[in-house]
């Protein structure tokens, strides 16, 4: 197997998992230590993926964790998050069993992902893939995360002061924390 980034034509195994009907290897290139991942299963179709246009080309993990990197730029998730959030996705697309599938349903799968993740990161890979229309979409995609959010931590300056708010929308006074 050759690294797809230089070429090289040895790797090292740094992990190996069963994956429904294969066994799915996370290798690192000996000469250019860049990673990539390869699967080893028997008679199995590799996984399409069927673009808006109607093409189709096969998945790649690399496509995925570039949206998924550029998501998550700058936030505060542990190191590694995408690599893998990408990681887990992949194995679930190939869990579906399916020999194509439609981009629309993995970019539902990455945002039902990022979701429970981190909800900026989740606005921002909705906003590419959603290719929200105006600011308005967009505010109601944001007006349904603070829905279901909680109230901000008690630290937190809040935007106006409270007095200034409406009745209905101020927040339940918190009891300070011990610390
Ligand atoms: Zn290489």
Known sequence: MNCPYCGYNDSKVIDSRDVNDGIR???QCLQCDLRFTTYERLQHASLFVIKKDGRREEFNREKLLTGIRKACEKRPLPAGTPDRLADDIEIELYQMGKAEIHSDAIGDVVMARLKKLDHIAY????????????ITMLKEEVDSLAGHSLAPPADQIPLFPMEELPVQLKAPRRPRQLR
């Open 25 to 27: 290897r996370r290798r």
């Open 123 to 134: 606005i921002r890979f909705a906003s590419v893939y959603r290719e929200f229309e105006d």
